[in-house]
């Protein structure tokens, strides 16, 4: 992997001086990740002008246990934690010589980019924009990988889940199960807080998950997804609890069920990303659920939940093959309850048989 690193780096570097930078300055965490294959907290990456270096506030690698550097990236660790990381980057770059330094000022509070003015008031500090995130949007296989083992791990807790008892249960407790068995199947943690909805709270999205104990006849929807070396796939699904579904209920399912086909089916490379969010939002819309449908229906995953490319009515852009996506819509019933299915997925195109689904525990109604 040391050598994927150094070519991501390459790549940028390339970029940067294109237009005009003699070197940039990374401080996104999931980009500095992305770059180095490591983020300690509050990290900043240099690249170029001469070498490329990690800098930390403290050492993050630990020789016991044999984790170093990716390849020829450098290592400088700041002599005091009050300490500055992008700061000291900026400084490095000055005495090699540069003229320019690209900089991420999306990620830069504008008192830490006076900072760096200050620091290095020679440097012409230029804006490196979404760079790194526009060079992150296409995964290789060696990342899908990574997000294929994340959805695995996300599907057997949850069909973990489903074989145990549930009513009586409250929401909050059955989170933190699932976030428990998410790391006993291997994931470093939860890839977002885990949300469990039961009853009027089903479907929400977002919900958090609170002391209300799941009944006979409920709609339990579950939202929960796992970090596998940084990659995270998120999954949803929607059950009826102890009885047979109600009439409400299967009509609602059906139709939420047929909006997130309809969007799965759209994301082929070259079809704008708007028109995933219009193949299944129209479905909703002619179920007279126009105004319950959230602001997208799906988004980009990979190292942070809520990536590139947004699967909007506004998004621009159109996808690209091995760009990993959700597709999630959901309705919300106001006192009743709702419905959610989420699935990770990653762009393929039809030659090599259409878009991979990664999460795969059924989206067939269950009554648990």
Known sequence: MSDVYAARRSRLLERCMTSGSEAALVTGAANVRYLAGHAPAGAALLVGPVHDVLLCVSDPFDAAVGVRPAGDLRV?????????????????????????????????????????????????LEDLGPAVEQQRLVKDEEEISCLRIAAEIADQALGELLESILVGRTERHLALELERRLVDHGATGAAFPTSVGTGPDAGLAGHVPSDRRVEEGDFLT????????????????????????????????????????????????????????????????????????GPWIGHG?????????????????????????????????????????????????????GPELLTITTKELLAL
């Open 76 to 124: 400088f660790v700041l002599p005091s934690p009050e300490g500055d990381p992008a700061a000291a980057g900026a400084e490095r770059a000055a005495a090699a010589g540069a003229g320019s330094l690209a900089v991420e000022e999306h990620h830069l509070t504008v008192r830490r980019h006076r900072a760096l003015r200050s620091v290095a008031p020679g440097l012409r």
């Open 222 to 293: 579950v939202c929960l997804g796992a970090d596998y070396r940084g990659y995270r796939s998120e999954i949803a699904r929607t059950f009826v609890i102890g009885t047979s579904p109600a009439d409400w209920q299967i009509e609602l399912y059906e139709q939420v069920f047929a909006a997130q086909r309809a969007g799965r089916e759209a994301l082929l490379p070259g079809t704008p990303c708007r028109e995933v969010d219009r193949a299944a939002r129209r479905v909703l819309e002619a179920a007279g659920h126009g105004d319950r449908v």
């Open 301 to 353: 995953v990979g190292l942070e939940n809520g990536e590139d490319p947004r699967l909007a009515p506004s998004a621009m852009g159109k996808l690209d093959a091995c760009v990993p996506v959700t597709v999630d819509p959901g309705v919300h019933l106001p006192g009743r309850g709702g419905v959610r299915i989420d699935d990770t997925l990653v762009v393929r195109p039809e030659a090599d048989g």
